[in-house]
């Protein structure tokens, strides 16, 4: 079933990031400033942002190996009507969220990615995708991806999660 | 014409009386104390998780559809904890008005453990953590007075029902940490981002009447603890993404952090403790940890392909049980001869003889989807 494909796809990957203090205040600093477009990011990311373009992309999002799903756990927009950084129709985009860092294969740079999940309706169902690199406990809600972040939305209802390119992570 | 009918009336009327007709309304009931080999599976339903399941289960019954006892609903995610002096069992709930939409609300759900059914039910604020279920969502202190709910809105806070009384008392702030572990008397406590932990003593009326804070004494960066504690005589033992040990003692109003011990020791391979549920313990005080091989970043949540048993007290292996299937969550019953529970990859029990390994059964074909989460009955 999809729930055993996802496990085990996770179960194969290979892992090139790894955590560390300063990994995690760049991770930290993205997630307070918010991930959503409509919130001000912090200096760092905005000057990355101002000066780079957007990432080249490489691979099939709607894959759970794309790259940007390096942390994510639940049903990928890009297979209920969305796309990797938009919701399907009739949801509501959560405008908090969890973050991950991923590589992304086309430049070999690290990315601060935001989950942010689609509410309102039910579960999805399609393209379960779970990795957790980087994932950490609920007691670091930031980079959590077991919560239901449908939180701040008109329903907690939880219906698929994209992944949003924030900015740059910085150097490890 | 109406001679004839009327003798055809008689003549049905005599077969018919010869039967006698099966009452009607009868609706089974279970025992107070349900046999030590029973459990809950709790199916959450993650593809429409408004429909989750408590499903109780005796796992020693090859009978596939007489071990099926019943279920209880459990709404979006629910989370839940069985009383040991009462036959209760009580459910963290969320249900909104319009299905998927609509006016939210949180209740804490009192069942019957002999009727399956609703006997009461405490309106919370509807802040109760939506998350993947641990057993630390929703817990019982003060001799299971109180229950205690962990919310996340994102601000978190715990709130407080007197399960006797069936009423709210209060909210209490838990900026920085997380979900709650019982504690002695009215206290609490709840593991916090900076590697500490965060503890609350309660007072009569359910409010917070002190608290105080550990020092950090894990890595949250390097080798993080785990939030899924295997918890025996008050002590609940931590496992960190590493395969050390964390015990902390529980069992008065401040938190005794003992030394790390590692689980791995010179054992080759990269393994690793992983799973959703990986941490249980049995009445003996052996404790239970999914284990996979090749650890890495990021594998902390892969199925586990053996169960390593530890004696929590000695901080030695005891046994390793090589598993038929992978598996992503585990339970112990609490007897003397427990049996180890595990839900597989393809979303069944496998039933294992916890002191042999011994692998007695499947329990597949139950009405499950995903059973994400199971409980030794009580």
Not at chain 2, 257 to 284: F, H, T, Y
Not at chain 2, 335 to 345: E, S
């Given at each position: ?153 008109s329903s907690n209802s939880y219906h698929c999660s994209t992944a949003i390119v924030v900015g740059t992570a910085l150097d490890e | 014409m109406k001679k004839l009918m009327l003798v055809a009336l008689i003549c049905a009327s005599a077969v018919f009386a010869e039967i006698q007709p099966e009452p009607t309304g009868i609706i089974?009931t279970l025992p107070e104390t349900w046999p030590a080999h029973w459990i809950i599976a709790h199916d959450a339903a993650f593809f429409h998780m408004s429909d989750g399941k408590l499903i109780v289960l005796d796992a020693d019954s090859d009978d596939v559809t007489g071990r099926f006892k019943g279920f209880m609903n459990a ?304």
């Open positions: 079933m999809k729930w055993l494909d996802g496990m085990t796809e996770s179960g194969t990957r290979e892992i090139a990031s790894k955590t560390s203090r300063r990994g995690f205040l760049g991770r930290l600093a993205a997630v307070l400033a918010g991930g959503a477009a409509t919130i001000p990011l912090l200096p760092v990311a905005r000057s990355q942002e101002s000066s780079n373009p957007p990432p080249g992309e490489q691979g099939d999002p709607t894959s759970c190996e794309y790259w940007r799903y390096c942390a994510i756990d639940g049903f990928l927009c890009g297979c209920c009507g969305g796309s990797m950084n938009s919701c399907p129709p009739g949801t509501e985009m959560s405008p908090i969220t969890w973050i991950g860092t991923c590589e992304n294969p086309v430049d070999q740079k690290k990315y601060i990615i935001s989950y942010n999940d689609c509410c309102g309706k039910s579960s999805c169902g399609n393209c379960l995708c779970q990795r957790n690199e980087g994932d950490r406990p609920l007691y670091r809600p930031q980079v959590s991806n077991d919560i239901n972040w449908c939180l701040g939305t | 089974e709404s979006f995610i629910g989370m839940f904890v069985q009383a040991r002096t009462r036959p209760e069992i009580y459910l963290a709930e969320t249900f909104r008005s319009r299905g998927s939409r609509g006016e939210r609300t949180d209740v804490l759900t009192i069942y019957d453990k002999r009727t399956l059914g609703p006997v009461g039910e405490v309106v919370l604020p509807p802040k109760r953590s939506s998350n993947m279920p641990t057993d630390y969502n929703l817990q019982l202190v003060d001799d299971e007075k109180l229950a205690l709910i962990y919310n996340f809105t994102p601000a978190q806070s715990v709130s407080v029902v007197d399960v006797v009384a069936r009423e709210f008392l209060a909210e209490i702030p838990i900026p920085g940490c997380a979900l709650t572990y019982p504690m002695g008397g009215r206290a609490f406590s709840s593991v916090c981002g900076d590697g500490s932990l965060l503890t609350v003593v309660l007072g009569d009326d359910g409010q917070q009447a002190s608290s105080s804070r550990t020092e950090p004494f894990f890595d949250v960066d390097d080798d993080p603890m785990m939030e899924k504690a295997a918890m025996h005589g008050g002590i609940a033992y931590f496992p960190t993404f590493h395969g050390n040990i964390y015990p902390v003692d529980l069992n008065g109003t401040v938190p005794v952090v003992g030394e790390p011990w590692s689980m791995i020791g010179d054992e080759e391979g990269g393994w690793r403790p992983g799973g959703l549920q990986l941490a249980a313990s049995d009445s003996s005080g052996h404790l239970y940890f999914l284990m996979h091989a090749q650890g890495r970043e990021g594998s902390h949540k892969d199925p586990g392909v053996e169960v390593w048993v530890f004696d929590g007290e000695a901080e030695s292996r005891v046994s390793r049980i090589e598993l038929s299937l992978p598996a992503i969550s585990i339970a112990v019953t609490r007897d003397d001869n427990p049996l180890l529970i595990a839900t597989n990859i393809n979303m069944e029990i496998d039933v294992y003889d916890a002191t042999s390994g011994n692998h007695l059964r499947t329990l597949g074909d139950f009405g499950q989807e995903t059973p994400l989460i199971l409980r030794a009955a009580h």
